[in-house]
């Protein structure tokens, strides 16, 4: 039995960049010797086991065949006679296919150690073909060392694009396509993990609703980069820059996806947008298994964006009713979230990137405002049932009144 480190951890170690995970390959091994040795079996598709002290995985070595679509569409053999070669071969990025011993030494038959100093994102072997996951995986890592200067490799993108024109991607499962995204939206640089997507064609396979914003004009007066999609990813790229919560940064990237079924004679302008773009939240939330977390932020930014936008132009009771629609008594945290993602809304906007927050500071100062006001004292004024909460509205808005100048 030989043990390799792999992937993620010999990768970002070479990188000198903090790693997390530690992956291990067990050549020369079979799953009874695993359990003999202690190890706790995990792996569903095939052999991977936990360490008894550490719980860290190891994975026997194994090779896999393509029998039919999908992600899922692998036979996958592991047994004592794979090599570490084998192994290493079927893996999706040569920066990703480097091993290492116990004693440090590394192996790197497919030369990753070369594309890391080169900053080149470069597919192992044709295989790579088979596995349309490889897809979002390969624009991940393409946001995640955006940083870090890397690029991809022609040759991989053409494999990428194949991988949609025939189709491949259609037979993701929306549970794994999200998990992808949701670690792209975790990342530093998560527009480039949607550019990336668009350029390889599979952005319109996998949400149709956030392709078809591209082309779509805006005023001028109002967004000077006029296009809705362009203004959408530049959206994405303020909300990474002002929070790292990426269920802020989905909701951005979604705020105005009505804008994508603008009938053509109405353009530039969008009325009502707002509606338009709720149903159109929802249906992708539902297709993609969305979190419900996520799925509630995602509508009331869609819906109530505007509202923050004309904050100057509401009435006291319009903001008070405003904060109640948005539960922000009850979820501070998440009405903070809006505010956040609403933010980047005003400032993804060319020449808008560094404006200022005030319409944020200003909704802040209502809130805090707002929630002094005490529900015990106004039943202790004898005050019951329904008329409880309209006595707390009405001093709700005499307290936001009370700032609003």
Same mark, same amino acid.
């Given at each position: 039995?030989?043990?390799?480190?792999?992937?993620?951890?010999?990768?970002?170690?070479?990188?000198?960049?903090?790693?997390?995970?530690?992956?291990?390959?067990?050549?020369?091994?079979?799953?009874?010797?695993?359990?003999?040795?202690?190890?706790?079996?995990?792996?569903?598709?095939?052999?991977?086991?936990?360490?008894?002290?550490?719980?860290?995985?190891?994975?026997?070595?194994?090779?896999?065949?393509?029998?039919?679509?999908?992600?899922?569409?692998?036979?996958?053999? %592991?047994?004592?006679?794979? @090599?570490?070669?084998?192994? !290493? #071969?079927?893996? +999706?990025?040569?920066?990703?296919?480097? =091993? /290492?011993?116990?004693?440090?030494?590394?192996?790197?038959?497919?030369?990753?150690?070369?594309?890391?100093?080169?900053?080149?994102?470069?597919?192992?072997?044709?295989?790579?073909?088979?596995?349309?996951?490889?897809?979002?995986?390969?624009?991940?890592?393409?946001?995640?060392?955006?940083?870090?200067?890397?690029?991809? %490799?022609?040759?991989?993108? @053409?494999?990428?694009?194949? !991988? #949609?024109?025939? +189709?491949?991607?259609?037979?993701?499962? =929306? /549970?794994?396509?999200?998990?992808?995204?949701?670690?792209?939206?975790?990342?530093?640089?998560?527009?480039?993990?949607?550019?990336?997507?668009?350029?390889?064609?599979?952005?319109?396979?996998?949400?149709?609703?956030?392709?078809?914003?591209?082309?779509?004009?805006?005023?001028?007066?109002?967004?000077?980069?006029?296009?809705?999609?362009?203004?959408?990813?530049?959206?994405?790229?303020?909300?990474?820059?002002?929070?790292?919560?990426?269920?802020?940064?989905?909701?951005?990237?979604?705020?105005?996806?009505?804008?994508?079924?603008?009938?053509?004679?109405?353009?530039?302008?969008?009325?009502?947008?707002?509606?338009?773009?709720?149903?159109?939240?929802?249906?992708?939330?539902?297709?993609?298994?969305?979190?419900?977390?996520?799925?509630?932020?995602?509508?009331?930014?869609?819906?109530?964006?505007?509202?923050?936008?004309?904050?100057?132009?509401?009435?006291?009771?319009?903001?008070?009713?405003?904060?109640?629609?948005?539960?922000?008594?009850?979820?501070?945290?998440?009405?903070?979230?809006?505010?956040?993602?609403?933010?980047?809304?005003?400032?993804?906007?060319?020449?808008?990137?560094?404006?200022?927050?005030?319409?944020?500071?200003?909704?802040?100062?209502?809130?805090?405002?707002?929630?002094?006001?005490?529900?015990?004292?106004?039943?202790?004024?004898?005050?019951?049932?329904?008329?409880?909460?309209?006595?707390?509205?009405?001093?709700?808005?005499?307290?936001?009144?009370?700032?609003?100048?």
């Amino acid at each position: 039995m030989k043990i390799y480190k792999v992937g993620g951890a010999v990768r970002d170690k070479l990188l000198n960049r903090k790693v997390v995970d530690h992956d291990y390959v067990v050549v020369g091994a079979t799953v009874e010797d695993m359990l003999a040795a202690g190890y706790t079996p995990v792996g569903k598709d095939f052999p991977v086991f936990l360490h008894p002290e550490t719980h860290e995985e190891y994975a026997l070595a194994r090779t896999e065949r393509k029998v039919a679509r999908g992600y899922h569409g692998f036979e996958f053999y %592991a047994a004592a006679d794979v @090599t570490l070669e084998d192994d !290493l #071969v079927r893996r +999706d990025l040569t920066i990703n296919a480097i =091993a /290492e011993d116990e004693s440090g030494i590394l192996y790197d038959p497919h030369h990753g150690i070369e594309d890391l100093s080169k900053r080149v994102l470069r597919h192992v072997s044709p295989s790579f073909a088979e596995d349309p996951l490889r897809v979002l995986r390969v624009a991940r890592f393409a946001a995640r060392y955006a940083g870090y200067g890397f690029s991809i %490799a022609d040759e991989t993108m @053409t494999m990428m694009q194949c !991988l #949609v024109d025939h +189709d491949e991607v259609d037979a993701l499962v =929306a /549970e794994r396509v999200w998990q992808e995204v949701e670690k792209a939206l975790a990342d530093d640089n998560p527009r480039i993990f949607f550019d990336v997507l668009r350029q390889c064609g599979a952005l319109g396979r996998l949400f149709p609703e956030i392709e078809q914003l591209f082309g779509v004009p805006q005023s001028p007066q109002w967004h000077p980069e006029i296009d809705t999609g362009t203004h959408t990813m530049m959206v994405l790229e303020q909300a990474a820059r002002l929070t790292p919560e990426p269920v802020v940064r989905f909701a951005a990237l979604l705020h105005d996806l009505g804008k994508g079924i603008t009938p053509e004679h109405e353009w530039p302008r969008h009325i009502a947008h707002e509606s338009r773009g709720v149903p159109l939240v929802q249906a992708l939330c539902q297709r993609m298994k969305v979190p419900k977390h996520y799925t509630a932020l995602a509508l009331l930014v869609t819906e109530f964006h505007l509202n923050y936008h004309r904050i100057e132009e509401l009435k006291n009771a319009t903001i008070v009713d405003l904060l109640s629609r948005l539960d922000a008594f009850r979820r501070p945290e998440r009405f903070e979230y809006f505010l956040l993602a609403c933010e980047a809304d005003a400032k993804g906007r060319t020449g808008y990137e560094n404006s200022s927050d005030k319409k944020t500071q200003r909704f802040r100062a209502f809130f805090q405002a707002a929630k002094q006001v005490n529900t015990a004292d106004i039943v202790a004024q004898g005050f019951q049932g329904a008329s409880i909460a309209e006595q707390l509205r009405i001093k709700r808005i005499a307290a936001v009144k009370a700032v609003n100048h």
